[in-house]
């Protein structure tokens, strides 16, 4: 029989052991491969003559559309409908080309919706997307988002190319060499103003605004604009880019400017010093481990 000296110890031991497996953050957390759910709430249209919208979700190594969702026998998004729901958005564990990865964490991207005018004069109404980021947690996780277009005061835009195709002293290969042809980032503006009627009271000075969007390679994707609110693009707003690589499995990616890397840049700069006549570069480098949008939930 032990003694009671003996029985304590043993039972602190176990609940040092416990403890350690409970809160040692370096073990991966091991989720099955499954699917959730993605909920669409979307405020009135902004115009008259919008048509349904399309939203796109990025994932590590994963894009999810709502170009391939036919609600009510049609494809996207329906303005001033309520509980749209995507199913079937991958979640958990991933295999794929001979590597092992994990989603859980989403971007949303809703493109601007345009009136009026023709060519530059043609404004752009930019949207909130509620969230615009979300991390899916769960056995069968849902996520609510929504999507209001009658906030924001309609905008010009102003493009900027990227170049895929530039070549890096550092490593003298480009992004378009290393197969990168998808890089979703994130412009934040933080004189973005909100309309007047629905800032009302203490928010009548409300501004700043940011969304989600994509790079392509392929003309006319490889641009990211600039809003102003002239259409000579004089008054533009003051904005930044961020490069969101942290769920790009292969490659990190940064904006090249005089040879300086950077995940985040002044948009507003770059505009004014060079206007369009000269494109961002953009610069890949292989990764040698997964970035923290390609972990399990609960390692990032």
Avoid at 37 to 42: A, G, K, W
Avoid at 181 to 199: G, T
Wanted: charged share 20%; glycine share 8%; hydrophobic share 35%.
């Amino acid at each position: 029989m032990k003694s009671s000296t003996q029985s304590l110890a043993l039972f602190c031991a176990s609940l040092l052991l416990l403890s350690s497996k409970c809160s040692n953050q370096d073990e991966p957390i091991i989720t099955e491969y499954s699917t959730g759910y993605v909920n669409f709430n979307l405020g009135e249209a902004p115009t008259s003559t919008a048509g349904r919208q399309e939203l796109s979700l990025y994932g590590c190594d994963t894009v999810v559309t709502t170009r391939n969702v036919i609600w009510n026998d049609s494809i996207n998004l329906q303005w001033g409908v309520d509980n749209q729901v995507m199913t079937d958005i991958p979640y958990g564990y991933q295999e794929r080309d001979g590597k092992s990865f994990y989603i859980s964490r989403y971007y949303m991207a809703s493109p601007p919706v345009m009136n009026g005018g023709e060519g530059s004069d043609k404004q752009a109404i930019i949207g909130l997307v509620i969230p615009d980021q979300f991390t899916f947690f769960g056995e069968k996780p849902v996520q609510i988002v929504h999507l209001n277009y009658n906030i924001l005061e309609p905008v010009y835009l102003n493009y900027v190319n990227v170049d895929f195709n530039y070549l890096s002293f550092e490593n003298n290969i480009t992004c378009t060499d290393q197969k990168v042809d998808f890089v979703p980032i994130n412009i934040q503006c933080k004189d973005f103003r909100w309309e007047n009627k629905l800032s009302s009271g203490s928010m009548i000075d409300a501004k700043g605004a940011s969304g989600i969007g994509r790079l392509r390679n392929e003309e006319g994707q490889n641009q990211v604009f600039l809003p102003s609110y002239d259409p000579e693009g004089k008054e533009c707003l003051d904005c930044t880019i961020t490069v969101l690589d942290d769920i790009l499995l292969n490659h990190e990616v940064f904006f090249v400017i005089d040879d300086g890397w950077y995940k985040t840049i002044s948009l507003t700069d770059f505009y004014k010093r060079y206007g369009q006549g000269k494109s961002i570069g953009l610069a890949c480098r292989p990764r040698s481990e997964l970035p923290e949008g390609c972990k399990p939930w609960g390692t990032y």
